[in-house]
């Protein structure tokens, strides 16, 4: 992934909160031939290894697990909020009118090797992480001890794990660094006005990034 340095994101810790903000990944990998793309949930691990650990399922019928190249890392990719900022919202449109539209986006790249688990009693436990953690918002969680055992147990045989311990994070934060202050301020109130829900996450992020900005440079002083 190309990234500027005023985009870069390099904090660990808010790595690992878009991952876990954003669990569904695009998971690439290679197998002969081919690169191969799934879209799969994956729970984060953090107090192990040095950037954490990712774990999910996949069916077994999916091939990524019979044809994977097991000597070249796995990249997962986690997508936070996106949205179309257009140049009706710079200040620097009425001033002299050179600006484009542009697309505001967050992304963490996560690589490491992939591996495969076939075994029920980690599939379970991996099972019982994941459904807790998307469970825990709700008022009445479901928890996999709520289905029949037998039930699930069946459904257990039919996926297969995986897990990739990350040797190396990417994070890319486009956020309108690149532009004035006016402009962010421009960016903020537009999305605001935007409406869905992506446009709110993504002005509250221009706006962090304002903040955090206005700190330093008092710092500086």
Not at 33 to 56: C, K, T, V, W, Y
Not at 153 to 182: C, F, H, M, Y
């Amino acid at each position: 992934m190309y990234v500027p340095p005023h985009f870069e994101e390099s904090r660990v810790e808010v790595l690992h909160e878009l991952i876990r903000t954003h669990p569904l990944a695009t998971l690439v990998t290679l197998s002969p031939g081919e690169i191969d793309a799934n879209h799969i949930p994956l729970h984060l691990s953090e107090e192990q290894g040095r950037f954490g650990i990712l774990r999910g399922h996949v069916a077994r019928s999916n091939p990524i697990w019979r044809d994977l190249v097991s000597d070249v890392e796995t990249l997962a990719i986690f997508h936070g909020p996106d949205s179309y900022v257009t140049p009706s919202w710079y200040a620097t449109k009425r001033e002299h009118g050179k600006v484009v539209p542009t697309w505001n986006y967050v992304a963490v790249h996560a690589y490491g090797p992939l591996r495969i688990i076939d075994d029920p009693v980690w599939l379970r436990s991996q099972l019982e992480a994941l459904t807790d953690r998307h469970e825990a918002s709700f008022s009445e969680p479901w928890s996999v001890s709520d289905a029949p055992r037998e039930f699930t147990d069946r459904l257990i045989e039919a996926i297969v794990g995986v897990e990739i311990v990350i040797t190396r994070l990417v994070g890319k934060w486009k956020i309108s660094q690149n532009q004035p202050e006016p402009n962010r301020a421009g960016v903020i109130r537009g999305l605001r006005e935007y409406g869905n829900h992506d446009a709110q996450e993504m002005a509250a992020l221009v706006e962090e990034f304002d903040k955090h900005s206005s700190a330093a440079k008092m710092e500086d002083t």
